[in-house]
């Protein structure tokens, strides 16, 4: 290890150290962490996570015996939400996190997956763009047929092969949402300018519930413009310990937004509208190596705080909107919040104001709806176990309430939440999960139908 790489470790160690103490060890985060709750076990629990940071900070354990117990934490962060001395975990966590990945070495699966998966592939608009071709002509070729026929990828890695298994149809990349311009509906009061936010894993795997939220926002008045250039929003990068590289994410989409007059950014992932809203806290724990003689620093500071101020998730900027005519569509439809939507970014009302005033469908509350799902980003590819505990957990609370329509607000969860489906044998007993967009633009389509 050179002296640069300890010295970053050790800086990471000192601010998430630092932090530790303002935890005044309640422990009324204990009921609301999913992996306490399914551990009793209090290393697994924020609580005694912060005491591990802390233990390492003062020297008295390793970063070694501390990163099992954060790798296992989902990062939902809902113990802040329950936190009453305003413990900023998330920051604590993502510090540690960069740390360890320092100074702590990791098994090659998961070193591969970190390099290839989060480093270039997420890590810049053009190997996303290429990512995105390839899952296309995975499709498209018939070498979907043959994985799955072969049942390869379940045996060599089945968390992800169960990932694989409920892929949606990719859209042709020239028909993705980034692939358009501005656009706006004529004969609708124009109520403002927004700049989409496409997200990396969103772009590739579910474009078309961008599309479907593009129309939703252009029915509802806004013009609507996909800045060209943006990328990965970077929460993956923070969550796994790459902070650098997240910074630079961070600073990539800030250019390619402001390259675009609008009066919001919008986004339609929970996970990527809190890292959005986040940035001006990214940028300023960012250590340039040189902080105090950095003269772009203070003014990166600025323009994400002006970046930060746009941000709206989509329910937000709609939930009391006016919307047109919508068709009735039929059933009971329940929802899951998205952990950063809930408990970072606080929205919690707007999603389901929006459903409920979707005609026709009858709205019941998810019991829990405000725990994790254990999708966390990569989570339920490096922690499967724990991942699929939790889960099982939602999916019995989903069952309980009957419901035909899963919504969610959250491309981790999506995904997840559709893994759950086929496992549970809901999807088979008719649960569909959609993301609140979708169903917007469905009952807007039947709406306009019905009254031509």
């Avoid at 939440?417 to 569909?432: E, F, H, I, P, W």
Wanted: proline share 6%; glycine share 10%; aromatic share 6%.
């Amino acid at each position: 290890m050179t002296g640069t790489t300890q010295r970053a470790a050790s800086d990471w160690l000192d601010t998430a150290g630092d932090l530790t103490y303002r935890c005044i060890r309640c422990g009324f985060c204990l009921p609301a962490c999913p992996t306490y709750g399914q551990t009793l076990l209090e290393p697994e629990s924020p609580r005694g996570r912060i005491a591990l940071v802390r233990a390492a900070y003062e020297g008295m354990l390793s970063l070694s015996d501390v990163a099992p117990h954060l790798d296992l934490c989902i990062g939902c962060r809902a113990c802040e939400t329950a936190c009453p001395a305003g413990v900023p975990y998330g920051a604590i966590l993502e510090q540690a996190r960069a740390a360890v990945e320092r100074q702590v070495a990791r098994p090659w699966p998961e070193r591969l997956v970190r390099a290839v998966g989060i480093g270039r592939i997420l890590g810049s608009p053009r190997w996303l763009r290429l990512g995105g071709w390839l899952l296309w002509a995975y499709q498209a070729t018939g070498l979907q047929r043959v994985v799955r026929a072969t049942g390869l990828l379940q045996r060599l890695w089945p968390s992800l092969g169960r990932l694989e298994a409920v892929l949606p149809p990719v859209p042709a990349p020239w028909r993705k949402a980034g692939s358009r311009g501005a656009g706006t509906r004529t004969g609708v009061p124009r109520r403002g300018r927004v700049a989409f936010f496409l997200g990396c894993v969103q772009e590739m795997a579910l474009a078309d519930v961008s599309r479907a939220a593009i129309r939703v926002l252009e029915a509802a008045g806004f013009e609507v413009v996909v800045p060209q250039g943006q990328g990965c929003c970077g929460a993956v990068h923070a969550h796994a310990g790459q902070l650098e590289q997240a910074v630079r994410q961070a600073r990539r989409n800030i250019e390619a937004f402001e390259r675009v007059q609008a009066d919001y950014v919008v986004n339609i992932a929970g996970g990527c509208g809190a890292q959005l809203k986040e940035y001006p806290k990214l940028l300023a724990h960012v250590r340039d190596g040189d902080r105090g003689r950095d003269p772009e620093r203070q003014r990166w500071l600025e323009r994400a705080r002006r970046f930060a101020e746009r941000v709206r998730d989509f329910s937000e900027l709609l939930a009391d909107a006016p919307l047109p005519p919508m068709g009735r569509l039929e059933g009971v439809v329940t929802y899951q919040d998205s952990c950063h939507l809930r408990h970072v970014q606080r929205v919690v009302e707007p999603p389901r104001r929006l459903l409920r005033r979707i005609p026709g469908l009858t709205y019941v509350e998810l019991p829990e709806a405000d725990r994790c799902c254990g999708a966390g980003g990569i989570y339920n590819l490096t922690q499967p176990e724990m991942s699929e505990q939790v889960l099982d957990r939602k999916m019995a609370h989903v069952r309980a309430t009957g419901a035909t329509i899963l919504a969610v607000a959250n491309t981790p969860c999506h995904l997840q939440l559709l893994v759950g489906a086929r496992k549970s044998g809901l999807d088979r007993q008719g649960l569909r999960v959609r993301h609140i967009a979708e169903l917007l633009d469905e009952a807007i389509a039947r709406g306009r139908v019905s009254g031509d």
